[in-house]
């Protein structure tokens, strides 16, 4: 998935996102309303104005309103959708000046409820039924009138990573690499398994969490940018996200293809901060390829990239998820993944052909080699599976 499709998928589920809790805001509003009815033939007329100076004998709270009023403390506001402090106070620029039924100013906390039979105060039953019960009054209200904001999901505009970055002091870029590898593997294999419908261990958002503390080993500017791009992922476990498979897919395009770009730059972080650069470095699972494996890596990015530029995005996707799984590949030795990256350098080579200049047989050649392959590994298995469609389309 390109950037561009990222957007547009987070640009679309903030739509959703809006009508969502346009509609959670009236069911909270419902609830609200519900609870402040159990609790009126309690309130009315039961208005004590300093309930510290009114003290009648003291007493039990009854069995019928001690579960009003537990119900109305277990009641909760409309949860926030993303990690920023969103809440009431977006609305319309107001803020419920009741907007949990708890507080100092209710006499009766519930905290103090978890003995049935405790005596109170008339007084301080009376005074905490009739806040309540106008809480959640108010609460009701404000839900019906409310609006959710028009940006519910920030769309991140197009940002890279510093082109003159530093790795902290006392970092080694070795091991920094390492990091920042594995994490790319972790991105890659939950992307595909998003796109194959299948469970994921760890939501996107820890891993973005993960992937921040390796960037802190560099100086800020880079982690300021992955941070600013994945800023609303949580919100991907959301009950407001209406295709969160998808929101998460689009953050993970996002987030992957800036870990990339880090990654290409990392020589020159190195150099900058007076360490050995790698030279013709590419990067995939837990190895470093350099030399004339590192040139063939570079030479297949090239191809696909000029296969993205055509318009052929799917393609481009299919291809580069192609040569990840390859080069992630267990079990394979030097000449064996060579030779399973020339067949995908063929592939990238005949989707930059027009379809009326491709051997079919070759192309179905190499396919078959991959799909055998894939029958010894899971990585390039999955992959097979997830984009055998598209690259089966390549045969005119």
Not at 27 to 34: D, F, L
Not at 114 to 143: E, M, W
Request: one cysteine or more; charged letters at 25%.
């Amino acid at each position: 998935m390109d950037g561009e499709t990222a957007r547009h998928i987070i640009r679309v589920e903030n739509q959703a996102a809006r009508e969502l809790l346009r509609a959670g805001l009236i069911e909270k509003g419902r609830e609200a309303e519900t609870l402040a009815e159990a609790l009126r033939p309690w309130a009315e007329g039961r208005r004590v104005s300093n309930w510290r100076e009114w003290r009648p004998p003291d007493r039990a709270i009854g069995p019928e309103l001690f579960r009003a009023l537990s119900a109305a403390y277990q009641w909760r506001n409309i949860r926030p959708l993303t990690g920023r402090t969103w809440h009431y106070d977006h609305f319309k620029g107001e803020r419920p000046v009741y907007p949990e039924i708890d507080g100092d100013e209710i006499p009766i906390l519930a905290k103090d409820l978890s003995n049935p039979g405790a005596r109170y105060l008339g007084g301080a039953i009376d005074s905490t039924v009739c806040l309540v019960h106008d809480g959640l009054k108010y609460c009701a209200q404000f839900c019906r009138d409310a609006r959710p904001p028009e940006v519910v999901l920030v769309v991140p505009d197009e940002v890279h990573p510093p082109r003159h970055g530093r790795l902290n002091d006392g970092v080694l870029a070795r091991l920094l690499t390492e990091d920042l590898i594995n994490q790319i593997k972790a991105g890659r294999a939950m992307e595909a398994a998003l796109a194959a419908g299948e469970p994921v261990v760890s939501t996107v958002h820890d891993w973005c969490r993960d992937v921040a503390g390796v960037l802190a080993g560099l100086t800020p500017e880079a982690g300021q940018g992955f941070a600013y791009l994945i800023s609303d992922s949580v919100a991907c476990e959301s009950q407001y996200i209406a295709d969160a498979s998808t929101l998460r897919r689009a953050y993970l395009a996002l987030a992957l293809a800036y870990l990339e770009e880090v990654q290409e730059r990392m020589p020159d972080y190195a150099e900058a901060s007076g360490q050995e650069p790698r030279v013709s470095m590419s990067i995939s699972g837990n190895t470093i390829y350099g030399g004339q494996f590192g040139a063939q890596i570079a030479n297949i990015d090239s191809t696909i990239a000029g296969v993205a530029q055509q318009g052929s995005r799917e393609v481009a996707d299919a291809l580069k998820a192609l040569e990840q799984a390859v080069l992630s590949q267990e079990g394979l030795d030097e000449e064996q993944r060579r030779d399973l990256l020339d067949n995908v350098g063929y592939l990238a080579e005949a989707a930059e052909t027009p379809p009326g200049q491709r051997n079919r047989g070759i192309i179905k050649s190499v396919l078959s080699a991959l799909s055998l392959a894939a029958t010894s590994g899971d990585d390039l298995n999955r992959t097979m599976e997830t984009w055998g469609g598209v690259l089966h389309g390549l045969m005119p």
